[in-house]
């Protein structure tokens, strides 16, 4: 019988599989996606967060565990599992040479993404190399590898896992490592979840999906619904303002805006509804998806004039432009009148000092609501800019309860041979908001303890049938 089954073929799972045969047991990974299209969301991923203590190779200055603490604490609002946050923190300093050895390499990060490089690790050639790095790996070591299999459902007894199906095929296993993603490119659950809002629309009929088409939740829902404890609200995910012109599918990075925080944003009524200067890009940017989402028609329009252009990174799209602030209106479909009342005001407010988009300046805003906490400068010089923007899900947080070992839970107990890792359980760590790299983190951490916890209990119980066998 097979010692370990690896469900899914992203980071997380390539990270289980990859520890599981490391620790000589005989491994089988089921990829949903056909080869062209594997690596789930990882293949849209750039970079990790890592704590480290003193500058190391591509990463400067010090991260260390507390400040890191911090950051997960202010973007959870406290809507975490501080044991397994800081779990994940703590080895976030000793993954990066298991994943060169591997074949993952790092480069010092392009000027624009983010103001990250302290803090975060880029992989060279992104995400895509870094999946096609470990699928060299785990072809090396000798993991079988099947594509385009997409499991409908699992087969438990009593909190154990027995087998998997592929269609009609059974696949049993002793062990069994669940890698398979959320439920973000389900759009009935999402609708589901969502419901409809006080204007009387389905939210989610307008969500674009960031990554993946294949992470459909089958296991996800199939689990909870067998009695698998679950973690976080459906409703809750990395949500990230995304061009409105961007596919329904794997638009990826390149569609993000993120001129947000050097501007203003408003609604289709042209009215601001939140602090575009709150705190560094990295650690608000996939706040601004949910609340775009919860905005009439779900889009929501970035504007900016000609003063801080350069200061980030361009999306693939170019944006609207006018000269004039009711010619800007215009194109994108807004009232100039009301537009132009909205940037009169924000223009009133604004109290300039020094301008610095590398830190939190004290240009800020007075008498308004709601503020501008930072970067506050008027709208004044044109050219005038401004993108359309909808929200974009990259994961959803919905997902499986666990522990320090991975172990899925049923009813508070821990499963002797199931793990879970990757989006399935992020939302142990991840109640709400996001620190740009992150996802990457906790899939690295947990898909290397499910990968070698699976190995041990399939190790367990081969020499449970040994003692069997001699008894």
Same mark, same amino acid.
């Given at each position: 019988?097979?010692?370990?089954?690896?469900?899914?073929?992203?980071?997380?799972?390539?990270?289980?599989?990859?520890?599981?045969?490391?620790?000589?047991?005989?491994?089988?990974?089921?990829?949903?996606?056909?080869?062209?299209?594997?690596?789930?969301?990882?293949?849209?991923?750039?970079?990790?967060?890592?704590?480290?203590?003193?500058?190391?190779?591509?990463?400067?200055?010090?991260?260390?565990?507390?400040?890191?603490?911090?950051?997960?604490?202010?973007?959870?609002?406290?809507?975490?599992?501080?044991?397994?946050?800081?779990?994940?923190?703590?080895?976030?300093?000793?993954?990066?040479?298991?994943?060169?050895?591997?074949?993952?390499?790092?480069?010092?990060?392009?000027?624009?993404?983010?103001?990250?490089?302290?803090?975060?690790?880029?992989?060279?050639?992104?995400?895509?190399?870094?999946?096609?790095?470990?699928?060299?790996?785990?072809?090396?070591?000798?993991?079988?590898?099947?594509?385009?299999?997409?499991?409908?459902?699992?087969?438990?007894?009593?909190?154990?896992?027995?087998?998997?199906?592929?269609?009609?095929?059974?696949?049993?296993?002793?062990?069994?490592?669940?890698?398979?993603?959320?439920?973000?490119?389900?759009?009935?659950?999402?609708?589901?979840?969502?419901?409809?809002?006080?204007?009387?629309?389905?939210?989610?009929?307008?969500?674009?999906?960031?990554?993946?088409?294949?992470?459909?939740?089958?296991?996800?829902?199939?689990?909870?619904?067998?009695?698998?404890?679950?973690?976080?609200?459906?409703?809750?995910?990395?949500?990230?303002?995304? $061009?409105?012109?961007? =596919?329904?599918?794997?638009?990826?990075?390149?569609?993000?805006?993120?001129?947000?925080?050097?501007?203003?944003?408003?609604?289709?009524?042209?009215?601001?509804?939140?602090?575009?200067?709150?705190?560094?890009?990295?650690?608000?940017?996939?706040?601004?998806?949910?609340? *775009?989402?919860?905005?009439?028609?779900?889009?929501?329009?970035?504007?900016? $004039?000609?003063?801080?252009?350069?200061?980030?990174? =361009?999306? *693939?799209?170019?944006?609207?432009?006018?000269?004039?602030?009711?010619?800007?209106?215009?194109?994108?479909?807004?009232?100039?009148?009301?537009?132009?009342?909205?940037?009169?005001?924000?223009?009133?407010?604004?109290?300039?000092?020094?301008?610095?988009?590398?830190?939190?300046?004290?240009?800020?805003?007075?008498?308004?609501?709601?503020?501008?906490?930072?970067?506050?400068?008027?709208?004044?010089?044109?050219?005038?800019?401004?993108?359309? *923007?909808?929200?974009?899900?990259?994961?959803?947080?919905?997902?499986?309860?666990?522990?320090?070992?991975?172990?899925?839970?049923?009813?508070?107990?821990?499963?002797?041979?199931?793990? *879970?890792?990757?989006?399935?359980?992020?939302?142990?760590?991840?109640?709400?908001?996001?620190?740009?790299?992150?996802?990457?983190?906790?899939?690295?951490?947990?898909?290397?303890?499910?990968?070698?916890?699976?190995?041990?209990?399939?190790?367990?119980?081969?020499?449970?049938?040994?003692?069997?066998?001699?008894?």
């Amino acid at each position: 019988m097979l010692d370990v089954l690896v469900i899914g073929g992203g980071n997380a799972a390539l990270c289980a599989a990859l520890m599981a045969r490391e620790a000589g047991t005989s491994v089988l990974l089921l990829e949903a996606a056909p080869k062209e299209w594997r690596g789930g969301n990882s293949s849209h991923t750039r970079n990790i967060r890592a704590m480290h203590d003193e500058p190391q190779d591509v990463m400067l200055e010090a991260y260390s565990e507390e400040e890191y603490w911090q950051d997960v604490l202010k973007v959870t609002s406290g809507v975490t599992d501080e044991s397994l946050a800081r779990l994940v923190i703590r080895a976030s300093s000793q993954c990066r040479d298991w994943m060169r050895h591997h074949g993952v390499r790092f480069q010092a990060p392009l000027s624009g993404t983010l103001n990250l490089s302290r803090t975060n690790a880029f992989f060279m050639g992104g995400g895509k190399a870094l999946v096609n790095a470990y699928y060299r790996s785990a072809e090396k070591l000798g993991i079988q590898i099947r594509y385009e299999a997409p499991v409908s459902s699992v087969e438990i007894k009593d909190g154990k896992f027995i087998a998997a199906y592929v269609g009609d095929e059974r696949i049993e296993a002793k062990t069994c490592v669940l890698a398979a993603g959320g439920f973000e490119s389900n759009r009935e659950w999402l609708k589901e979840a969502w419901g409809i809002n006080q204007y009387g629309e389905s939210p989610a009929d307008n969500f674009l999906i960031r990554g993946t088409r294949y992470n459909k939740g089958v296991l996800l829902k199939q689990l909870i619904s067998l009695g698998a404890d679950s973690v976080s609200d459906p409703t809750q995910a990395h949500m990230v303002a995304v $061009d409105a012109r961007a =596919p329904l599918y794997d638009g990826g990075i390149c569609t993000r805006i993120d001129a947000v925080s050097f501007g203003i944003v408003v609604n289709k009524n042209a009215q601001r509804f939140s602090d575009e200067g709150e705190d560094f890009w990295p650690k608000r940017y996939a706040f601004w998806g949910r609340l *775009v989402a919860q905005q009439s028609g779900q889009i929501a329009y970035s504007i900016i $004039d000609s003063k801080v252009l350069g200061k980030f990174m =361009p999306p *693939v799209f170019p944006s609207e432009k006018a000269d004039t602030v009711d010619g800007l209106a215009v194109q994108l479909g807004l009232d100039p009148k009301a537009l132009q009342e909205t940037i009169k005001s924000y223009n009133t407010a604004c109290r300039v000092g020094t301008f610095d988009h590398t830190i939190l300046d004290d240009c800020h805003t007075d008498g308004i609501e709601p503020a501008k906490t930072h970067w506050a400068l008027p709208i004044d010089t044109g050219p005038f800019y401004g993108y359309a *923007v909808r929200p974009g899900v990259t994961f959803t947080y919905l997902g499986l309860k666990t522990d320090e070992t991975a172990a899925v839970h049923f009813g508070g107990l821990a499963s002797p041979n199931l793990f *879970v890792a990757g989006e399935m359980m992020a939302g142990n760590v991840l109640g709400k908001g996001y620190a740009a790299g992150i996802g990457m983190t906790i899939g690295t951490v947990f898909g290397r303890i499910a990968g070698a916890q699976a190995a041990q209990a399939a190790q367990a119980s081969k020499n449970q049938t040994l003692e069997t066998e001699h008894a």
